[in-house]
């Protein structure tokens, strides 16, 4: 019997070294907009994403890198991360004056690079009004809705931060995996080792 548990052990330890492996050497995942081509536009629509109503204006498309994105003929320093925007104001003041629910500006992942989007969180604003209910998205989309809302500074600096989640990395996912894994080998482990002293310990006379 304590020769089955011990070649049991070894080939479970076996596995779990092999799952770390796995992931180790596995590639990087893509998280989000580093390297990939983000289009930015402004729009008036029922709701997003749907087609424009009123204005439009598409500010064009960029690789997203360090520093500032330069977006042409928009009013804001657009500076994306990998998994956040930051929006400020250096060129206007008025208000998004609509009769729509929906006015501001949509970053869309043009060639369906980036991993799915699955939320998005306000981290900051210096705007009157504006709440995490302004902030919505899609898979490929992210939409800032600033429907009515003042832009009031004039260059001083008004902005919105965003936050942006993904569906987790295929990496951070085999990381898991390998967790239970382990968890489970040390599980049988310990039942083993109970198994082992239940059968050695004499029964009593």
Same mark, same amino acid.
């Given at each position: 019997m304590k020769l089955d548990n011990k070649i049991y052990l070894q080939k479970a330890h076996l596995l779990c070294a092999c799952a770390a492996v796995l992931v180790l050497g596995a590639?990087? *995942? /893509?998280?989000? $907009?580093?390297? /990939?081509?983000?289009?930015?536009?402004?729009?008036?629509? *029922? +709701?997003?994403?749907?087609?424009? +109503?009123?204005?439009?204006?598409d500010f064009g498309n960029q690789v997203v890198g360090p520093g500032l994105e330069p977006y042409i003929e928009t009013g804001w320093s657009v500076d994306i991360s990998d998994t956040e925007i930051l929006l400020t104001d250096h060129a206007f003041t008025f208000a998004f004056a609509t009769s729509f629910p929906y006015f501001g500006d949509t970053f869309f992942d043009v060639f369906s690079t980036v991993d799915t989007i699955? !939320?998005? +969180? #306000? #981290? !900051?604003?210096s705007i009157p009004g504006m709440t995490a209910s302004n902030v919505t998205f899609d898979a490929d989309h992210v939409y800032l809705n600033f429907a009515n809302l003042p832009i009031t500074t004039?260059? *001083?600096?008004? $902005?919105?931060?965003? !936050?942006?989640? $993904?569906?987790?990395e295929p990496a951070s996912? &085999? #990381?898991?995996?390998?967790? *239970?894994?382990?968890?489970?080998? #040390?599980?049988?482990?310990? &039942?083993? @080792? @109970? /198994?082992?002293?239940?059968?050695?310990?004499?029964?009593?006379?």
């Open positions: 590639p990087p *995942a /893509q998280a989000g $907009f580093n390297g /990939q081509t983000i289009q930015m536009t402004e729009y008036e629509a *029922a +709701t997003p994403p749907g087609p424009p +109503t009123g204005s439009f204006e699955t !939320g998005v +969180t #306000l #981290l !900051g604003t004039n260059g *001083a600096g008004d $902005f919105v931060h965003v !936050g942006v989640q $993904f569906v987790p996912a &085999s #990381l898991a995996a390998f967790g *239970a894994i382990a968890v489970a080998g #040390l599980a049988r482990k310990r &039942s083993l @080792r @109970r /198994q082992g002293l239940a059968i050695d310990k004499p029964a009593n006379s």
